[in-house]
């Protein structure tokens, strides 16, 4: 299709494939549709909406979680687009440093090469290459997907621009006292060797061993105290025995001196409300060094500390079993305890163990020195804007967790022990001082010397990632500013998943306040779950998460998209089965063949293109020059729509917006006006009436492309360039979004329903009495006052073919023999019978019918006479037979009077 001239119509079958190639977002991108100016905001005095995209991971590929989250930002920016803002989507893509080392320490494994032999240089040279080969995927998927970002702003977390940012943010922090080295407990990945986030540890249900062991009571010969512990290695680096000061059973054994089985070390017994009377036997062993609640217990009671476990896993201890796998060594402690007869019993234990999320081992607690921010002191006001409304989320239940996890912040450990990532900006000298600086040239000066080492360490992801809102608007250091800041921040959306509300979301508010003063963003609207049909979050493990690229190629991009937010409701889990897009491909299927229709009868009322364009470019639906009822309904409905979807996009109820489209559309507009409008211009000799007609239905069907596109974007593209000729580079993304006008908004059409509420109850009468859909019946209709008769008069040929009757209309008439009524806002139908069905076949129909349901009522009417079920039974159990009984008596009431029709 040339996109200066459009032919009259589509093409008679709608191939997704073909569509989707012809707008992919390269071409839109060629057209420079998506790009932003701070100009045009600075300048021009246009309205900035900025979304802020998640930076999915390099190493990553499309899932069906990106695509409902990059679905609904693109939602927003496209609506933002076409109502006349300066819309602007900032894409990128994250160095993700765990991942990303350990993809690329795999590949060189199996050249039978390791990061050290290669050395710390020639290894970030193997991880650059990899990711210009590779590094793209996700992003190429994305744009498969149709979304709409300036791909000119796309920003790599390692990037100089970035990296310069991490620098000053970091020594800026640190100069301000909110940074330090410090000793701590911390999530440790003995395989990768390094730190770990708690969000880069999964929790998995494990079945252990949770093993009693006796430990001897060191001045009272012949006692012990009892012991639960599911990990005995670290028994050999215990430092004393915690019970509660509240426990009876161990008051008097506070302050006793216990020894420690295979080490022989006496410890005290002390007292420490952290201990739970109610687990194992209420009396806890000790261990800083291995787990972080009893590392603060030793702090507090100025206990020493004893590490035994070391970096690789592997035990360090001085008895015997140093050098063995940590599992291993429980298993040999634990035989080594039986045999001394300090093992008392052992029981299954199955609980929650933290996981490295990528080398999928146990994560082991590790006493280690690292880098930290102190949080304290950025959260408060973080909390702040939140409480205040300063920052909006969509669902509001977000707030509590968001506000629980900031009331109890702890510090936040930001060094990895990694070679890929940003290289913590610290120096030492000879004397181990450190001195932090944004370059190694500034560090020589503040130390007065060359002779530095730079800190190994790299910092986390997400201390990249908490700067994100300032990054990719080009902020550099904490006083840089530059137009696009000035124009587009804060941002307005931010869409992500409510599990890094904290490690993300809450970090990037703390990131704004502190460098920039202001909040990074206004609005955040947190994501469903997505979960397979039995209600289980999708895994790959599990082997129910569908491909979205294969999904594509059966259904269609605009499929997916229209079905995943169909789908969603805000706040709600979703439960996605691939099947459902047919629903989105149905529905696709219904706009294409609906379009066919409209330009059809474009064709047949207008000789031309040329013409039809004339006539168009002035049409303003009149209310006045309407000819059926069906006009003046679907314009009122029409624009009642457009109130509802504007109201929902201003309520973040993306979900309603795709509903309200959807009914509208397929009810109003396919399965009523556009089938009035065939039967209507089928017999009219009035071409005037014919083309406004036409012309209403164009208008209406261009108002839902354009309310459409931010969801399905391919389709409505390709329609919209076939209604009339578009200059070359124009595309429905950058029209404007049609707005709900006062005047329908008011109207009253309740007595214009009338024809379409007629028909639906003569169709529901015919199939009462299962009048063949061949046979044309007699229906009289008894209008309730003359105007209702001069409306349905003039409909009366709509009427008779949607329900093939023959229609007669009048003021008064005695109901017919053998008829079936109904009355419709006054209005009194009678269907004649006689002639069209077979009396004795339906009223043997209506009696076994009766007979059923009087049967069924008659048991529901003795349940509820029995006093033991009405006084036992739950109050809402008793109110829902009761409804059942009434809505049973009502059926044997229709169906009598219906037996009654066909009496005699």
């Known amino acids: 299709m040339s996109e200066e001239s459009a032919p009259f119509n589509l093409e008679k079958t709608y191939h997704h494939q073909e569509v989707e190639d012809r707008w992919r977002s390269a071409h839109w991108e060629a057209l420079g549709s998506f790009h932003a100016e701070s100009g045009r905001v600075l300048a021009e005095g246009k309205t900035p909406y900025t979304v802020l995209m998640p930076p999915p991971n390099v190493t990553g590929s499309l899932t069906l979680g990106h695509v409902l989250n990059h679905t609904l930002q693109d939602i927003f920016i496209r609506y933002s687009r076409m109502t006349g803002k300066e819309a602007l989507w900032l894409p990128g893509t994250d160095h993700a440093g765990i991942a990303t080392q350990t993809v690329v320490e795999k590949k060189l494994r199996k050249e039978g090469i390791s990061r050290h032999d290669l050395g710390r240089k020639a290894f970030l040279d193997h991880v650059w290459r990899w990711r210009e080969e590779y590094g793209g995927l996700i992003l190429r998927q994305l744009r498969r997907l149709g979304i709409s970002c300036d791909w000119r702003r796309n920003l790599f977390t390692m990037d100089d621009r970035a990296s310069e940012a991490v620098i000053n943010a970091f020594t800026a922090l640190y100069r301000d006292g909110l940074i330090y080295r410090g000793t701590r407990i911390i999530n440790w990945c003995p395989v990768s060797q390094t730190a770990l986030s708690d969000e880069e540890v999964i929790m998995k249900p494990r079945r252990d061993k949770l093993v009693y062991i006796r430990y001897a009571l060191a001045k009272r010969p012949g006692e012990y105290i009892t012991i639960a512990t599911v990990r005995p290695e670290t028994i050999l680096a215990d430092v004393a025995i915690a019970v509660n000061p509240t426990d009876p059973r161990y008051r008097d054994l506070v302050g006793e001196l216990a020894v420690v089985p295979v080490a022989g070390r006496h410890i005290p017994v002390i007292a420490d409300d952290y201990v739970d009377i109610e687990f194992g036997t209420g009396a806890l062993k000790i261990t800083p060094a291995h787990d972080p609640n009893d590392y603060e217990v030793a702090r507090r009671h100025n206990l020493p500390v004893i590490s035994v476990v070391g ?488 009427i008779a073919a949607m329900t093939k009757c023959d229609v007669q209309i009048t003021a008064s008439a005695e109901k017919p023999r053998h008829a079936a009524a109904s009355v419709v806002e006054g209005n009194e139908l009678f269907v004649q019978l006689e002639g069209l069905i077979s009396f004795e076949k339906e009223r043997a129909r209506l009696q076994k019918e009766i007979s059923n349901i009087a049967s069924y009522a008659a048991s529901l009417k003795k349940k509820l006479e029995n006093s033991s079920f009405t006084a036992n039974a739950p109050k809402d159990v008793v109110e829902r037979e009761r409804d059942k009984l009434s809505e049973a008596e009502r059926n044997l009431e229709k169906l009598g009077n219906n037996l009654d029709v066909l009496a005699g």
């Open 311 to 798: 970096k690789d896993g592997r035990m360090t201890d001085q008895y015997g079993y140093a050098g063995m796998d940590r599992f291993d060594a429980r298993e040999k402690i634990l035989s080594d305890l039986e045999e001394r007869g300090d093992l008392e019993r052992v029981e299954e234990y199955e609980h929650n163990v933290g996981y490295s999320e990528r080398a999928d081992v146990v994560v082991e607690p590790y006493l280690s020195e690292q880098w930290f921010v102190r949080m304290k002191p950025l959260s408060e006001r973080a909390l702040q804007v939140v409480n205040d409304g300063e920052i909006r989320f969509h669902p509001p239940h977000w707030i509590n967790t968001y506000r629980h996890w900031m009331e109890n912040i702890q510090d936040w450990c930001i060094s990895r022990q990694l070679w890929w990532g940003h290289r913590i900006p610290a120096w030492y000298d000879s004397d181990g001082r450190v001195w932090v600086a944004s370059s190694y040239e500034e560090a020589c000066h503040l130390a007065g010397t060359d002779k530095l080492v730079q800190d190994d360490d790299v910092l986390d992801t997400w201390f990249s990632s908490w700067l994100w809102p300032l990054t990719t608007l080009g902020w550099t250091g904490t006083h840089s500013d530059n137009d696009d800041l000035r124009a587009f921040y804060p941002t307005d959306t931010l869409v992500t998943g409510p599990d890094i509300i904290f490690f993300w979301v809450a970090r990037m508010i703390m990131a704004g306040l502190y460098f920039k003063d202001a909040v990074p963003f206004r609005d955040v609207y947190f994501t469903s779950i997505i979960r397979d049909m039995k209600g289980r979050k999708l895994s790959k493990s599990l082997g129910n998460s569908p491909d979205p690229l294969k999904v594509i190629d059966t259904y269609g991009t605009d499929a997916l998209r229209f079905t995943i937010i169909y789908i969603a409701p805000l706040g709600q889990d979703v439960l996605f089965g691939e099947e459902k897009c047919e629903l989105g491909r149905n529905f696709a299927t219904k706009l294409w063949n609906a379009s066919r229709l409209v330009f059809m009868q474009r064709e047949k009322w207008f000789g031309s293109l040329d013409e039809f364009e004339s006539a168009y470019s002035g049409f303003s639906p009149d209310r006045t020059t309407f000819a059926f009822a069906e006009e003046h309904v679907l314009t009122a409905r029409y624009h009642s729509m457009l109130d509802r979807y504007h109201t929902a996009f201003g309520q973040f109820r993306v979900n309603d917006i795709v509903r309200n489209v959807y009914e509208f559309f397929r009810g109003d507009f396919c399965d009523w006006y556009l089938e009035a409008l065939k039967i209507y211009l089928s017999g009219i000799s009035d071409a005037d009436a014919a083309r406004k007609a036409v012309l209403l239905s164009v208008h209406v069907l261009e108002g839902t492309l354009k309310i459409l596109h931010p969801v399905m974007p391919f389709i409505t593209d390709e329609i919209w360039h076939y209604i009339i000729k578009r200059p070359h580079g124009r595309s429905v993304a950058l029209s404007s979004m049609p707005e709900a006008e006062k005047e329908w908004l008011g109207m009253d059409v309740s007595l214009l329903s009338h024809p379409r509420a007629i028909i639906s109850e003569v169709r529901s009468l015919r199939s009462l009495f299962a009048v063949p859909s061949t046979s044309t019946a007699p229906l009289i209709i008894r209008a309730a006052d003359a105007a209702a008769a001069d409306l349905l008069a003039a409909d009366s040929n709509i």
